[in-house]
Each structure stands twice: as C-alpha cells, then as structure tokens.
C-alpha cells in the first residue's frame, strides 16, 4: 500500500513514519513517498526516517520528489500536511493581527483567518489534481486550519477527504484518566468545528460519568482543561471545552500575555525549526536525535501563554508524546482493512449537528469502515455551543467565498463577523496589512470597499 505526504519536509512527519514502523498486520503500508516544494527540508526529514527505520525488518520504503504529480500517481493514501507561507507566514500572521489587538493563533481568529486565505486556494487546487491522478485515494487532511481546508477539497473530492485533529482524543484521553476509566472503554460525546468543541459526556457502560467530575473541584483541578478554564466555569457550562475555546473565553486575557511575550509562537517555531533543519544537514550529526530534542522542545511550550495566563503549570508527561499521526494511522487501518473504529474527526455534517448545512465539516465522533467515515447522530448542542459554532461557520464560508472570487469586501466581511475582531476597521486593516506581508494574497484585490 501506497502513502502519499504532501509536506513531505515538515517536522511532524517522523511521528508518522515512527508509527507506521509499528504497524505489522497485513494490508499495511509499504511505501511512503515525500512531497515538499523544499529539496533541503525533504532531504532533512529523509534522513530521520532513514535512522527511524534501522534495524527494523520490512521497514516502509521511503522515496522523496518534489513533483506533485508524481507523487500523487499510484497513492492509495494521501496525507496532506502542507504549510502555505512555511511558518514565517504564521510569525506574520501573529504580528499583524497583535498589532491591532486582535489574536493572531494560526487556527483562531484573525491569523486563522488569514492562514485559510492563504491555503484554500493551494489545497482546491491539490484536491482537483488527487480527484485527476488518484481518483481512488482517500485523502486525510492535517493542515490546519483542519475544518475549513477539508471543506474545501471535500468540494471536488466529497467523503474521501477526511480531516483529522489529535485535540479532541487528547481531551477525551486526559478525562477518561482523571475518572479512573480506560480510554478505550469510554464513549466520548463530543461536538462541533475543529478547535472550537466540546465533550458533553464521557459514557462507561451506559452510564454518564461526566456529571461526577463536573462535581467535584479537586478531580477538575487535576488535569490540564480543568486548570485551563477553571472549576466554576466549567460547571457553568456543564461541559469540558477543546482547549482551544480558551481563545475565546480568555480573549483578553489572551491577547495581552501575547503581545507581553518575547516572542510568538510562530516566531519560535521557525527560528527552532531553522536550528534543526541546519543541524540534520551536517552529516556528522544524528538527524533523529537533533528531532527528538527539538520536539521534546516544541511538546512542552504549546499553549505556554495560554497556560500562563490562567495559572496551569506545565503539561503533564503524558500529553507530550504527540498523537495525531495514531489518529491518521487508526483512520487509515480502518478503512484499508475493514477494521471498523469510532474516531472523532472533520467530515461532512450530513445531519449531525441540526444548526448546519449538509455540507458543512464539522468534527464529531464517526465510524469508520472500508467505505469511509459516518458521523454519528448526536444531541443538538446547547444554546451558547449552537450560536457560537453557526457563526465561526459562517465566517469559514465567507474564506471560502472569497478564496474563491478574490473580494477585498468578501475577505473583509470574513474578519469582521469573527467573534474575536471588534471592528469593521480593523478588518480592513487586517487585509490590508495581510495583504502586504503575504503575496500570496495579492489576488484580494479584485474589488473595493
């Protein structure tokens, strides 16, 4: 079997590979081929997988090219992990909109925004090129941001693109572990769009346990969401949010422990990636053990403002070991052998949530067979869930309209209705200020307004 990934050079794609090394059933991946538009970053990341893979029999063959045809030719399975813009584009996104006061998170708000801008047109074009020389792959999408860009190539390509996040199962895993309940035999109620969701239950054998951690302060208090949001807020709602909502919740907050940083995320990641991709080139280095440190790095300091701010501490060990290349690779074993799993990911709603369209990708949880995922009936979500999910929607659909015509007014109305940009004038300024850091979104010019 034939794997294909697009952004063959990025820095997570050992964690894919490390995976796959694990896997010896049959059916099982033999072939992975590296796409990047960067020779230097594909040749980097070549030569992990190359250490990964010693002494390990039957290791998948790895092949890299930098041209996207032939790589997409032959592939059963193609994983898309591009970044449009490499991650100098998520610094400017993060500066740009902190400037006007307004987040810049490459997922949330105004640089999630601006981040989709950039991508949707490069990942349309991917999914017309897959549904021409690969019409029978089945597409996992990892590019963030993971909701908005499977909605757009699920336009050419429908149900066999499937988009993936590692946020809800870590949730999902870390309340499961508080309630002294094994993962595995939990049923996790779980909805809404990608990193803007909520775990409404966690059921043990038909029964409800969810309502015994909402009680008791000292369980909330013992894992990383509980200390993200607070005991009392929790309760408040009734529910555990992804832990990306503390963007919304926390917005000030927020906002002003990014601007006091040193440095943002994005501005981290690239000058700590451009360490590591300089050390795999020298031969006389181990280019995996320069990866292991580098991401050992990069687990501890996620959402490290965010953690600040509301005084949560440091990660726990068990939620620095990554996970969603496990997700891609239970997706993948699920449809390749008929191996049917329930797993939380992006797919097209087709009723689930009552306040959106058919069409529109949402994540919730789905089972997967040989004939791909089926999002599973839920409850309809609660009344402040259902206003803020139906208006990140509609922004998301504005991105897609104007990736589509290239409006200015389009991209403009596409901040403004955000829940986290204050001002019609700030989305124009937010455009234009976009507009002057990234060519790639010079063809939002197409209009006035």
Same mark, same amino acid.
């Given at each position: 079997?034939?794997?294909?990934?697009?952004?063959?050079?990025?820095?997570?794609?050992?964690?894919?590979?490390?995976?796959?090394?694990?896997?010896?059933?049959?059916?099982?991946?033999?072939? $992975?081929?590296?796409?990047?538009?960067?020779?230097?970053?594909?040749?980097?990341?070549?030569? $992990?997988?190359?250490?990964?893979?010693?002494?390990?029999?039957?290791?998948?063959?790895?092949?890299?090219?930098?041209?996207?045809?032939?790589?997409?030719?032959?592939?059963?399975?193609?994983?898309?992990? /591009?970044?449009?813009?490499?991650?100098?584009?998520?610094?400017?996104?993060?500066? !740009?909109?902190?400037?006007?006061?307004?987040?810049?998170?490459?997922?949330?708000?105004?640089?999630?925004?601006?981040?989709?801008?950039?991508? $949707?047109?490069?990942?349309?074009?991917?999914?017309?090129?897959?549904?021409?020389?690969?019409?029978?792959?089945?597409? /996992?999408?990892?590019?963030?941001?993971?909701?908005?860009?499977?909605?757009?190539?699920?336009?050419?390509?429908?149900?066999?693109?499937?988009?993936?996040?590692?946020?809800? !199962?870590?949730?999902?895993?870390?309340?499961?572990?508080?309630?002294?309940?094994?993962?595995?035999?939990?049923?996790?109620?779980?909805?809404?769009?990608?990193?803007?969701?909520?775990?409404?239950?966690?059921?043990?054998?038909?029964?409800?346990?969810?309502?015994?951690?909402?009680?008791?302060?000292?369980?909330?208090?013992?894992? &990383?969401?509980?200390?993200?949001?607070?005991?009392?807020?929790?309760?408040?709602?009734?529910?555990?949010?992804?832990?990306?909502?503390?963007?919304?919740?926390?917005?000030?907050?927020?906002?002003?422990?990014?601007?006091?940083?040193?440095?943002?995320?994005?501005?981290?990641?690239?000058?700590?990636?451009?360490?590591?991709?300089?050390?795999?080139?020298?031969?006389?280095?181990?280019?995996?053990?320069?990866?292991?440190?580098?991401?050992?790095?990069?687990?501890?300091?996620?959402?490290?403002?965010?953690?600040?701010?509301?005084?949560?501490?440091?990660?726990?060990?068990?939620?620095?070991?990554?996970?969603?290349?496990?997700?891609?690779?239970?997706?993948?074993?699920? /449809?390749?052998?008929?191996?049917?799993?329930?797993? /939380?990911?992006?797919?097209?709603?087709?009723?689930?949530?009552?306040?959106?369209?058919?069409?529109?990708?949402? &994540?919730?949880?789905?089972?997967?067979?040989?004939?791909?995922?089926?999002?599973?009936?839920?409850?309809?979500?609660?009344?402040?869930?259902?206003?803020?999910?139906?208006?990140?929607?509609?922004?998301?659909?504005?991105?897609?309209?104007?990736?589509?015509?290239?409006?200015?007014?389009?991209? !403009?109305?596409?901040?403004?209705?955000?829940?986290?940009?204050?001002?019609?004038?700030?989305?124009?300024?937010?455009?234009?200020?976009?507009?002057?850091?990234?060519?790639?979104?010079?063809?939002?010019?197409?209009?006035?307004?």
């Amino acid at each position: 079997m034939r794997l294909t990934i697009l952004g063959g050079g990025g820095f997570r794609v050992p964690l894919v590979y490390g995976a796959l090394l694990g896997d010896r059933a049959e059916g099982r991946v033999t072939r $992975v081929v590296l796409h990047d538009l960067d020779a230097g970053r594909l040749n980097a990341v070549a030569r $992990v997988l190359s250490e990964q893979a010693a002494g390990v029999p039957d290791a998948p063959e790895v092949s890299a090219t930098t041209d996207l045809d032939e790589a997409l030719r032959g592939a059963d399975f193609v994983f898309s992990a /591009i970044r449009v813009g490499g991650l100098e584009g998520r610094a400017e996104d993060e500066r !740009v909109a902190l400037a006007e006061g307004v987040l810049g998170q490459e997922t949330v708000g105004a640089g999630g925004i601006a981040y989709g801008l950039r991508t $949707v047109p490069v990942a349309d074009g991917i999914a017309r090129r897959v549904a021409r020389l690969a019409p029978d792959a089945w597409v /996992i999408n990892f590019t963030n941001p993971a909701g908005l860009v499977t909605e757009a190539m699920s336009r050419h390509l429908g149900d066999r693109v499937i988009g993936i996040c590692d946020s809800p !199962v870590g949730l999902g895993r870390r309340i499961a572990r508080v309630l002294g309940v094994r993962p595995e035999e939990a049923w996790i109620d779980y909805a809404g769009l990608n990193h803007l969701g909520w775990v409404r239950g966690l059921r043990v054998a038909g029964r409800d346990e969810l309502p015994r951690l909402l009680a008791d302060p000292g369980l909330l208090g013992s894992f &990383e969401e509980g200390r993200l949001f607070g005991a009392d807020w929790l309760r408040s709602l009734g529910a555990i949010p992804n832990e990306y909502l503390h963007y919304y919740y926390f917005s000030r907050e927020t906002v002003r422990a990014y601007q006091e940083a040193g440095q943002t995320r994005g501005a981290f990641l690239r000058d700590q990636q451009a360490r590591f991709y300089a050390e795999a080139r020298d031969p006389d280095v181990s280019a995996l053990a320069a990866w292991d440190r580098t991401r050992a790095e990069r687990e501890a300091t996620y959402m490290a403002e965010n953690r600040e701010t509301a005084g949560a501490g440091e990660r726990e060990a068990d939620d620095l070991s990554g996970g969603y290349e496990k997700v891609a690779l239970a997706l993948m074993r699920a /449809i390749a052998r008929d191996e049917r799993a329930t797993l /939380i990911l992006n797919v097209r709603n087709r009723g689930t949530l009552s306040v959106l369209d058919s069409d529109a990708v949402v &994540e919730v949880p789905c089972l997967v067979d040989a004939n791909g995922a089926h999002p599973i009936a839920a409850d309809p979500l609660p009344g402040h869930a259902a206003g803020l999910v139906c208006a990140v929607k509609a922004v998301e659909r504005e991105v897609l309209s104007a990736a589509a015509s290239g409006s200015r007014a389009t991209a !403009v109305k596409a901040f403004a209705l955000h829940p986290l940009v204050d001002s019609v004038n700030v989305a124009r300024r937010l455009v234009d200020g976009y507009r002057a850091v990234h060519p790639g979104l010079a063809y939002l010019g197409r209009d006035r307004s």
